[in-house]
Nanobody
Framework: VQLQASGGGLVSPGGSLKLSCAAS????????IAWFRQAPGKEREFVAA????????PYADSVKGRFSISRDNAKKTVYLQMNSLKPEDTAVYYC????????????????????WGQGTQVTVSS
């Protein structure tokens, strides 16, 4: 089971980035997938998640209206489109999979997620 996060980089405030989380090694469509982030000196926090059905997509209040999560089961990939980026979005972003997820559930806390990717750095700075 492997998760590979990519797409991070340096962007100016107000800019956009699209992160990808590519999976291999298991039945991707049977997993809920989430994005978390961790800034220097801070605890890891939930960002967004998507259910197996693709219809349940909770977001952290801090990113609602700016970030959008989606999935492509054929490509075994989840995306995080990040718009109107702010300096406080600077962090390492991790994707994680809950292989035991119920079809219409997307947990918004780290407990159920049992597989994690290596993270990709997002830096928002002028």
């Amino acid at each position: 089971v492997q998760l590979q996060a990519s797409g991070g980089g340096l962007v100016s405030p107000g800019g956009s980035l699209k992160l990808s989380c590519a999976a291999s090694g298991w039945t991707f469509s049977r997993s809920a997938i989430a994005w978390f982030r961790q800034a220097p000196g801070k605890e890891r926090e939930f960002v967004a998640a998507i259910s197996r059905s693709g219809t349940i997509t909770p977001y952290a209040d801090s990113v609602k209206g700016r970030f959008s999560i989606s999935r492509d089961n054929a490509k075994k990939t989840v995306y995080l489109q990040m718009n109107s980026l702010k300096p406080e979005d600077t962090a390492v972003y991790y994707c994680a999979a809950d292989q035991n997820a119920i079809y219409y559930v997307a947990p918004d806390h780290s407990g159920p997620y049992d597989h994690w990717g290596q993270g990709t750095q997002v830096t928002v700075s002028s």
